[in-house]
């Protein structure tokens, strides 16, 4: 079993008085509301600062990304047209043959 300490914090008294409902209402412990609270908190955070990191590197990669795609792109209509071009050229012996 994890080792607890005991610690002093100061709440607002609206916050301490809906904290004590909401533990009366769901028959729960203060102490043990507190520390899911914690949990949840520093969870949330951690997700946050991933999202961030996240958000940065897009930002970064921003560039990158569009250059990659124009030359995605330049190359489906080269490849595109060159494709137009056979179908001419098949038409056109197609054509002559019959």
């Known amino acids: 079993m994890t080792e607890r300490r005991e610690i ?15 533990c ?6 203060q102490n043990n509301f507190l ?3 914690i949990k949840f908190y520093l969870k949330e955070m951690k997700k946050e600062e991933v999202r961030n990191h996240l958000r940065d590197g897009y930002k970064k990669m921003a560039g990158l990304n569009q250059q990659l795609a124009d030359e995605g792109l330049s ?16 038409e056109k012996i197609e054509s002559k043959k019959g």
């Open 35 to 37: 520390n899911q609270a």
């Open 24 to 29: 009366k209402n769901n028959n729960q412990k």
């Open 8 to 22: 002093s914090i100061k709440l607002s008294e609206c916050l301490l008085e809906e904290m004590k409902q909401y």
């Open 75 to 90: 190359s489906d209509c080269y490849s595109y047209l060159c494709y137009e071009q056979r179908l001419v050229e098949c």
